[in-house]
């Protein structure tokens, strides 16, 4: 099975920037389309940020224009530039395919934005 582990959460301000990452553990990446996802408390997850294999993208209306999705196919990595962040980004950051079905879910990394 492919395993997926997030980096990159942490505390900010709001308007402050995180950039996540996301390593996959097998070369089969390169193929899928990636998500990056958010849960926060009481919430149900959500897709945030959509890449393809070719490298199209597509965001939730709720970040556009402030997170970037971005991969690397030769790493085996997903990135989330996210910046400008409120607290309503506070949450749980988790990634996977968006091919049905899922891989196993990560552990997430924890993004608070809060002053």
């Known amino acids: 099975q492919v395993q997926l582990v997030e980096s990159g959460g942490g505390l900010v301000q709001p308007g402050g920037s995180l950039r996540l990452s996301c390593a996959a553990s097998e070369s089969i990446f390169s193929s899928h389309s990636m998500g990056w996802y958010r849960q926060a408390p009481g919430e149900e997850r959500e897709l945030v940020a959509h890449?393809?294999?070719?490298?199209?993208?597509n965001y939730a209306d709720s970040v556009k224009g402030r997170f970037t999705i971005s991969r690397d196919n030769a790493k085996n990595t997903l990135y989330l530039q996210m910046n400008s962040l409120k607290p309503e980004d506070t949450a749980i950051y988790y990634c996977n395919t968006r091919w049905i079905p899922y891989w196993k879910w990560g552990q997430g990394t924890q993004v608070t934005v809060s002053s």
């Open positions: 890449i393809t294999s070719g490298g199209s993208t």
